[in-house]
Nanobody
Framework: QVQLAESGGGLVQAGDSLRLSCAASGRMSSWYAMAWFRQAPGKEREFVAAISWSSSTTYYANSVKGRFTISRDNAKNTVYLQMNSLKPEDTAVYYC??????????????????WGQGTQVTVSP
């Protein structure tokens, strides 16, 4: 059984930085992509960033481009999300997602079979 465990969330002030981590474990011979999504209260879950496991190609939502960086450590089966210049509108529960299927589109919730429990990020003004 595949499990994803996020860590690194917290309460910060606007302009601060945080780094989220997501460690994957279980019966997965190879990942195709891992991603971060977020969900604010009363809103739908939205795409934040994704990374192709083999090529390290990265994808970002326009709202975080230039501020967030996704990276991965193959040996540790871990993906990171470095978040800089945080804004109050970044406040949300951040979810790690992973999938082993080839894909051309990385930003949809339905493209990912495996999800973590989420970690809260709160950015105060």
């Amino acid at each position: 059984q595949v499990q994803l465990a996020e860590s690194g969330g917290g309460l910060v002030q606007a302009g601060d930085s945080l780094r989220l981590s997501c460690a994957a474990s279980g019966r997965m011979s190879s990942w195709y992509a891992m991603a971060w999504f977020r969900q604010a209260p009363g809103k739908e879950r939205e795409f934040v960033a994704a990374i192709s496991w083999s090529s390290s190609t990265t994808y970002y939502a326009n709202s975080v481009k230039g501020r967030f960086t996704i990276s991965r450590d193959n040996a540790k089966n871990t993906v990171y999300l470095q978040m800089n210049s945080l804004k109050p509108e970044d406040t949300a529960v951040y979810y790690c997602a992973a999938d082993g299927r080839p894909k051309n589109y990385y930003a949809a919730v339905y493209e990912y079979d495996y999800w973590g429990q989420g970690t809260q990020v709160t950015v105060s003004p």
